[in-house]
């Protein structure tokens, strides 16, 4: 339990330096929905002490992934975004 806690404090930290969801969904390769559910401690990772050290290292960065590429990929396929 004591590692689910550590999840969602690191996630919250994350959106605090101004991660979405979406960009820490993105660099972790999984859902927004997973990392929703993680916050909220609905459920906890196959791997949390991998996801652990994975959000540790998004911590260190410098560089926060632009919002605007997190729109809906569906409608850019489709040519509806000009990006």
Known sequence: MYIMNTVQEKIAELQEKGWTL?????????????VEKWKAGDRQPTNAKAI?????????????????????????KQGQINA
Request: proline letters at 3%; a positive charge.
């Open 22 to 34: 979406a960009a820490i969904a993105d660099e972790l390769d999984v859902t927004v929905n997973a």
């Open 52 to 76: 652990l050290m994975l959000l540790n290292q998004l911590g260190r960065r410098k560089r926060i992934p632009k919002k605007r590429r997190y729109t809906d990929k569906r409608i850019r």
